[in-house]
């Protein structure tokens, strides 16, 4: 029971990270060696590999945030995330497999708000030192369709 | 036209582009029916994703809904998805497998060519009822599309005005396409992209050589692509189409005066450098040294390679400030292990997050949002000059000029 | 009309339709006027549903909003929901009680018949301000509507030229909804449907006998309805409206029969069985063995017998691609416990996520998105002949042609 | 406190059930004998007893989801429900009296989301050889509006 | 104009309003063009918000987007925000600071004058590409604003038409902007309101003395303003702009004959009282009793104070039936604790959530929907007669009246 | 752990409060000296203190009932609260911090829904005999914009 409140601080605190752009700790959310993609439920379904975020070292998702902050241009922007309904679905050796659901309502400089994704985090987590990390976090968007462009990570 | 939606091109031709073509409605209409509706070639579906007789896909042609099929024939075949009795969708999958085309609103049922089967008590009942004996199956098919394959992309058109596929692409676009087409296709994933601005936008942004190393920091940044490295672009013999190519290894200038010429310019960004750039590095795979090459076939095709990032790019009009922007990423059946996890690593450069193309998603609706109220001014397309052929360098709009070149007659202007 | 729309019907007459008619916004705004505010009853409330005087509701005329209120006379009165000073909405609720009808932004009062009683401050303050002596309340009252009753059922139209409510629905139509209506009504609940398709393609829908059994499964399967039991269809004297009745006891085939016309129909699932298919039994109330009968009255009013489920359907164009459906659903005071526990039970099957309903909500936009670019092209309604009179037998279209035979010319076409 | 993460799980579950189309799962969430509505909040508050969906019977449920597998036609969709605010009203000899926030998003085959709705649940449970059932649940829907139509169920 | 749109304006001139001319598109089309681009002075920022040289912020002229600097020369400017090149928006950001103005899309660079000082590859690259001789830097620069201030509000124009700022706005507005804006404007915050309505029903809505105290019971209940205390409106020397105001500590009648003229008037609410009614006392700081001055210059702003509440708002049309309503909060840099603590106690009463202010958020949205319909019809505007000139009282619509004068003859009305 | 269930009563009971339209219990969410306010991120982040609802004790609150009982007008809405992530931020001697996300939809009685507001509440708790209070309040709304009016409290 108490590491359910623990995994769900995991996640309170993943969204408030990204919620409130600091990108920079983002990353610090993964081991060192992990998994991270944003995909559709169509590309899972159909099993293929394609991400649109696609990273297989933290690295590769310091690397993410460095271009956003010094290289890609896009309007100012903001998500909120709403997460619900986290559970475990599988407690295997290296480490425990998560999903839940959320949605990421995104709010430009000129107020206009839309549902910018809705979907599941399909997860697995270690915990590490008393940390909890995400070894593998595959973004599941319920859409096939994104909405202008994907800067943020989900 | 020009009496129907009153636009008098300006005098400079191809080198100004009035800003109304972007907004205004009716000519978005006359567009559908006149480019969409009409003489062109559009791309459909890759032959592989319809593997066995039976194998559907919906797509569209323009907003027109279409339906794709295999037929028992083995070929492939493309029907407007319009019932023939009260225009319900045959199809409502967006992609599915079925022996024939039944309508589920009153089950008249189609073969997978489009030709009208049967009509659900054609006959009536006890005597009562039924379709009148003037009724003839034959007359009440689907709209059947002209269909031709250029290898392994299938395209189709309404118009029996329409060139022969191989001519309407030309020779100059086909060896282009087979470069990068050297294998089987596999499918390593698709999405779509919802554009806030006018079709022509997207598409003038694809054929547009000169702004890639200026809005993308990474291409200039880690030097993948250089306005400065050897490259070009080749207009079709039809003048509508292009293909813009990069040999970033071959400098038309050394490194220094490379620098010079891009600095003060923001894309190039002095203090960035990634903690695994590895990824940026290109296995060779086509033979010919070219690292980038977008390719693009009038009016809704693209076909991009960049390093060894393969994708489709199909665009589709959804109104006159809207856009869906479909992508296929590719790679073929002879890719070993290595080079799919390359392929999937280089999808970071693409798409709607990807590192060189996410402002492409914004920067025609930025364009969209900055045109209000000046409806009757005009873009000026002025770099390389008027021309709109190929030439051996990229700093020039000449295949932006050549996308007007192939519009205006189409649409009376 | 049609040197404004500029749209020639087909030769065919009643048996094409052109999908223009239902995407151009032009024909929409034309109908919004010359239908809806036109010569045609539109159906307003259930008069139970104002028991009380000053009890108010409001609703539409096509897209023009109406008050309905029970005067202190006891009557029932409709006047148009905008304010006679500077246009605002007098009700703002969707329903409510009140003594008069006070406009909430300068206080303007109304009586519940819509007569000005006082203007606030119309003789302005000491001697300054107010409204000049030429301005007479009797001349700024609210905008009237002619109303009348059919039974329980409250009727409106804005134009004087309509006929008696009495002759527009006629007797034949009179005598079916009396079968129905044939108690108190008692409303079990009410719903709103969006469908993002043109009304009259919602209205083409109820008015199709052809569809039921051939689109909803249910019908066939478990032969609560077919084209092979006794039916047929009644238009009303005036030809605008329509009740289609089935008697499912009686058929007009045997059964083995019936299941080979209806086999390799789709909607014949000969697997599908239900673990609890009790609710599907009637339990007979109209002592006239029909199980089911669909009656519309032109332009916007439906009422509903599917076994002992009953429900009033009211159509309300909101744009040339959207329309609102609203449900009510009804039974009668005089019901037993068992019998409200049926119709519960039985409300199942119809609305929104009702069993031999629910496609009816999707079909019309399929129609909808697979128009576009067939503009210029017609739907074929040529089931049963060419003609538009009652029939008994539902394997025709004919009062879907007579729904076409009403429209054009209050259209002009 | 272990109950309230039963409750939880109960809910978490539920959802993940119909957002990941195991429809067939979803009677087994519900006691033999139930009542299932699916009504709006104005004929909730006016007391009028039609469900859009109504089922008094776990067998009524299962009639539905075989109906969705085997009788209606709809087009491809997917909901993703987001739960939030689960609140323990009424502890009565007969069960758990709960009521829930939920929002769900409806994703087509296109990839249009729209909310298609938002509400809550009003739901009674109890414990049956240690797994909570639904009794009696209630989605009262904030909206009189349905969109097109509601297939699968909340 | 009336053969564009066919509008024939009422004999009766500004007391009556043709409902169509909020709703019709193309006569909203014209108004962009004929008012928003034509000779008006619209606000665009306080001169504060842009201190330093660099400072730039993004806003509108009607639908137009707009940048507006502080130049290098410590002058404000102001051009439209579209890339001379390809229309791009040259700033991205609502407000920021920079040293030029670079478009990101090709890398033109601006000066914050908006004169283009480069453009990228302009000589091209080793002799190839980049821009014919001909092109001038000169002939492509940003769209100039003529600019110019009143105190510390910046206006601009893109037309040369228009009179001087000082003229256009006249003494006797002169004086009441003056009389508010007696100190160094201090921003306590911002915010924007989304109404759906026609911006022209806003400003009405501004300009209407008659409805406040009884569409908002505030004002009305706690005596803060009443028709009955002494005021008036200020109609501009050109007819085109207002300011209404209220000295509530004078009244023209005795508090009884005060309530008894209100007497039925439902804003008047007996039995409803505050636990905390403080904040509603007034501080005096500007020194001539006036409690409340509504002021609006033509055709986008409007200055507000209610008590010790300031605001500027800002009207920004968005569409026919949608309008931003931008709200800036304003203190001075000499106000104390106290004074600060009042404003922010005070703002309770106005913008989106504010106790009389609340309702102006909807009422236009009432009207919007209303009318569908009736776009033939005419809203009635005879309160006070049928002038519109300043008057010392306010139960009139004389300054609606005076937007009419405004509006018609710039529409050619 | 016992505490942290307790907030998240908390918040479940503070929206069930307003999304019930029980307005009157609202002010009692709050101690009797507190600050409440309604802002934007914008404003939030440039440090302006302007709030769309501003109220400095809780008679302020009950004030701002009474107005929307008595004399505002605003067409029949309600809302739908969602909650996520609560998260405790600071233990400070005067209360507890928290944050945490919420995302209101707001249907009218025509059945039309919106996401009206999504952003973060910025709170501090205290534990007044047993029962937990807000001493402060702020509603940081991610968009600048409001739709219509802002009426009911957030
Ligand atoms: S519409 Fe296709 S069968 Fe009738
Ligand atoms: S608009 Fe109704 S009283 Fe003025
Ligand atoms: S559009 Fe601005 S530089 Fe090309
Ligand atoms: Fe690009
Ligand atoms: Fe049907
Ligand atoms: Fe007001």
């Known amino acids: 029971m108490a590491r359910r409140l623990e995994l769900e601080q995991l996640y309170a605190d993943y969204v408030h990270c990204l919620d409130g752009d600091e990108l920079e700790r983002w990353p610090d959310f993964f081991a060192e060696d992990c998994f991270y993609r944003v995909t559709s439920a169509e590309n899972y379904e159909a099993g293929l590999p394609l991400g649109l975020i696609y990273a297989t070292s933290r690295n590769m998702l310091k690397d993410r945030v460095s271009a956003l902050r010094e290289a890609n241009i896009y309007e100012p922007q903001r998500y909120r995330h709403l997460v619900s309904s986290i559970k475990i679905v599988g407690d295997a050796g290296e480490g425990l497999d998560l999903v839940a659901n959320f949605l990421v309502v995104r709010t430009m400089q000129d107020g206009d708000m839309t549902i910018f994704a809705a979907g599941r985090y399909i997860d697995r987590v270690v915990c590490d030192a008393g940390n909890w990390k995400f070894t593998a976090k595959s973004v599941v968007l319920d859409s096939r369709q994104i909405d202008t462009l994907l800067a943020i990570p989900i | ?413």
Request: charged fraction near 20%.
């Open chain 2, 1 to 413: 036209m020009s009496d129907q939606t009153g636009l008098i091109w300006p005098a400079e031709g191809n080198a100004r582009v009035p800003y109304r073509v972007f907004a205004d409605p009716d000519i978005y209409r006359e567009e559908l029916s006149r480019i969409f509706l009409g003489p062109t070639w559009q791309f459909l579906t890759l032959a592989g994703e319809l593997p066995n007789p039976g194998d559907y896909l919906a797509t569209f042609l323009g907003e027109t809904p279409v339906i794709v099929t295999r037929g028992h024939d083995g070929e492939i075949h493309a029907m407007v998805n319009r019932c023939a009795h009260r225009g319900n969708l045959v199809c409502l999958k967006r992609r599915g497998h079925a022996d024939n085309l039944t309508c589920v609103y009153h089950a008249w049922r189609y073969d997978l060519e489009g030709n009208l089967d049967s009509v659900a008590f054609r006959r009536g009942i006890a005597g009562k009822g039924g379709m009148p004996p003037s009724f003839q199956l034959a007359e009440h098919g689907l709209k059947k599309l002209r269909v031709d394959r250029f290898g392994d992309l299938v395209f189709g058109t309404l118009s029996p005005g329409a060139p022969p596929l191989g001519d309407y692409i030309g020779n100059l676009m086909g060896s282009r396409i087979h470069r990068v087409m050297h294998g089987k296709p596999k499918v390593l994933g698709t999405t779509s992209q919802i554009l806030h601005n006018n079709w022509k936008l997207y598409f003038e942004n694809v054929r547009d050589t000169y702004h890639a190393t200026l809005l993308h920091s990474f291409f200039t940044t880690f030097r993948m692509s250089r306005l400065t490295s050897e490259g070009g672009v080749d207009i079709a013999e039809n003048g509508a189409h292009h293909a813009s190519y990069t040999r970033n290894k071959v400098d038309r200038v050394d490194a220094a005066t490379s620098d010079q010429l891009y600095a003060g310019i923001p894309s190039l960004r002095e203090n960035f450098r990634l903690a695994e750039p590895g990824f940026l590095s290109m296995t060779e795979e086509f033979g010919d040294d070219t690292t980038t090459q977008i390719l693009s076939l009038f009016p809704n095709f693209v076909l991009q390679q960049i390093q060894n990032s393969i994708a489709l790019r199909l665009v589709l009009p959804k109104g006159p400030d809207k856009t869906e922007l479909q992508w296929i990423y590719l790679g073929f059946e002879e890719d070993d292990a290595a080079m799919t996890a390359l392929r999937l690593a280089q999808a970071n450069l693409v798409g709607p997050a990807g590192y060189v193309s996410m402002e492409d998603g914004a920067v025609g609706n930025f364009i969209q949002r900055a045109i209000h109220g000046s409806e009757g001014e005009c873009s000026v397309l002025e770099m390389g000059g008027a021309g709109h052929v190929s030439e051996a360098n990229r700093t020039t709009e000449a295949s932006v000029r050549s996308f007007w070149h192939a519009y205006r007659p189409l649409m009376g202007f």
